[in-house]
């Protein structure tokens, strides 16, 4: 879901998941491939700002909801 950017005009907090596991005894981490500037290309966790009434509960399940197009539970 794509949110117009008024919503994050005075948003001054961003939340960021931290998704792991381990697998052969070796630690994996989720990262996204970053899609606008700056760092377009580059690798970045799963997150965003917070938008307008939303607490950073709701942004971290939206944010990883889009992730993995599925309902997290936390």
């Not at 970045?44 to 607490?55: D, K, Q, V, Y």
Request: charged residues 25%; hydrophobic residues 40%.
């Amino acid at each position: 879901m794509r949110h117009s950017n008024e919503n994050y005009e005075l948003s001054r907090v961003a939340v960021d998941a931290v998704i792991c596991t381990i697998r052969d005894a070796q630690l994996f981490v989720y990262l996204n491939t970053r899609e606008k500037p700056p760092g377009k290309g580059s690798f970045e966790l799963p997150g965003g700002l917070l938008l307008a009434r939303e607490s950073a509960e709701e942004t971290l399940a939206r944010k990883v909801t889009d992730v993995v197009a599925a309902r997290p539970t936390f």
